[in-house]
């Protein structure tokens, strides 16, 4: 049995296209799906990067608040503190 050029069987008409027309349409959906996959391996790192950034920038923002509440813990007079606090409590009238 004689096979053709091809590669194809005997008796089965020729489509006309070459093997190289079908290739190239065979590989739009895999070029397309690979395209795909970047556009959103990139918009995942993007999303990891902003998300570190914030983590970063709410770290710095609890250090500047903790360290302001210890300079105000530092700063307190403690026996005018005491006075205020009394005069708080204590009823009007009462002495």
Do not use: W
Request: hydrophobic share 45%; glycine share 8%.
């Amino acid at each position: 049995m004689a096979s053709s050029s091809s590669g194809k069987a005997p008796g089965f008409p020729s489509s006309g296209l070459g093997d190289s027309d079908v290739v190239a349409v065979a590989e739009a959906p895999a070029m397309a799906m690979g395209s795909l996959y970047q556009a959103m391996a990139q918009a995942t790192g993007l999303l990891m990067q902003n998300a570190m950034n914030q983590q970063q920038q709410l770290s710095i923002l609890a250090q500047a608040a903790t360290t302001q509440g210890i300079m105000e813990i530092y700063s307190v007079d403690a026996a005018s503190d005491v006075n205020a606090f009394s005069a708080f409590v204590t009823p009007k009238g009462a002495k």
